[in-house]
């Protein structure tokens, strides 16, 4: 077996590849014993007719084409494995030389890991953010804890007011016909959520548990039930309960039953805290994105369209995949969604890009600032892996090339550590106003 490299433009390369005849004829054989099951042959029984015999009633060539495939397949990853090439694309192959007796000659042109040249990366200006933290911030987080902890309360002594909660029976006629989805028993309905057809709610305020009320309405003309589109109908309704949802009081007692602190102001104060560190953690994040997204402007790189095309593709198939998981056609969904596959894949091609940007420069930044993990770093890295996979340290450290990775998201995390800390923030002059 040989292996020529050509190396062409845009970071592409075509690899000519020769396979030897003995490993062409070790792949017939293969090919020949599991197929002979298959091939009928005069006066043999099925399975039992010798190569030769099927090779002769058949031709020469009928175990060719899958022994072809079977050493491509082989050899391309065998050769690769063995060269200093860094493929990043799955490969173009081209079959110039494929007969019976010689040597199997073919062509893969793949996409190659492209170089780039880093401009400035440390020191990158980003906008300065806001960690204020308002009360109007606070009492809304507040105000969603006390949301959680409220409760439904029957309501007796008055009628339906906006904001109650009605459990109620409906039967739903256009011109006294009944219609298909009008009628419900034990509904639930917020009056003023404008959940159902517009006017519907309106007309059940200051009605009474145990009353029955028709409600008239029409169906607006955008109607996504096309037949009901522009009908007058008219619910029969039988109102069946009210009730109010009712908060607990924002004291100490609330402060005590949600959180572990005894008085409403240190429960304030946590709730503060809270938030601080969540906009501290966002505004880390958001400043490490900002210089990133700066550092690949300032970079130069060349990458090839084979690469994008196979992180594309590699991204649909996953998706594919995980639609066929849950009983639905990949196609099939997309088309609820008004795309098909190729739109679906054009649409991923500026996120996709800009990922493969993103980690070209962080690879890069590792390699300049030599950053590699010690051993104790490493040994942390590898337990929190196999802790958040369920396997033992031993046994993720023994499946091919785990470590490696490990190493290398190490290495990006940490270069992407490195353009957060060193960027400087600036304040954003707002734009001047249109004249």
Partial sequence: MSLQIETLE????????????EDLEKAMQNVYMKMKSRINVPGFRKGKAPRKMIERVYGAEIFLEDAV???????????????DLEVVSSPKIDVVQAEVGKPVIFTAEVATKPEITLGQYRGIEVPRQDLTVTDAEIDARIRSEQEKNSRMVTVTERSAIDGDTLTLDYKGTIDGVAFDGGTAENATLVLGSNSFIPGFEQQLIGTSAG??????????ENYHAKELAGKDAVFACDVKKIEVK??????????QDVSDFNT???????????????KADRAK?????????????????DIPEAMIQT??????????????????????????????PRSYMEQMRPRVTNGIQARLVLE??????????TEEELKAEIEKAAASSGLKVEDLEKMEGIVDQIKEDFRINKALEILGETSVEVDVQPEAAAE
């Avoid at 495939?69 to 060269?83: F, G, T």
Wanted: hydrophobic share 30%; glycine share 2%; charged share 35%.
């Fill in 285 to 301: 994040e958001n400043r490490r994105e900002a210089a990133l997204g700066k550092a690949i402007e300032n970079a130069q790189m």
């Fill in 364 to 373: 890069k930044i590792a390699e300049t600032e030599q950053i590699e993990p």
């Fill in 264 to 278: 409403f102001e240190e429960y304030r104060q946590s709730v503060r805290e809270e938030l601080e560190k969540q």
């Fill in 311 to 340: 992180q594309v593709q590699s991204q649909y198939d996953d998706f594919a995949q995980s639609a066929r998981r849950q009983g639905i056609q990949p196609e099939e969904y997309l088309s609820y969604m008004g795309q098909t």
């Fill in 246 to 255: 009712e908060l607990p009081e924002l004291d100490d007692e609330f402060a």
């Fill in 10 to 21: 845009k970071n592409m390369a075509k690899l000519t590849i020769e396979v030897a005849v």
């Fill in 69 to 83: 495939n079977q050493v491509i397949n082989e050899k391309y990853y065998e050769e690769l494995k063995d060269s």
């Fill in 211 to 220: 009353s029955s009320v028709e409600v008239k309405v029409t169906f607006p």
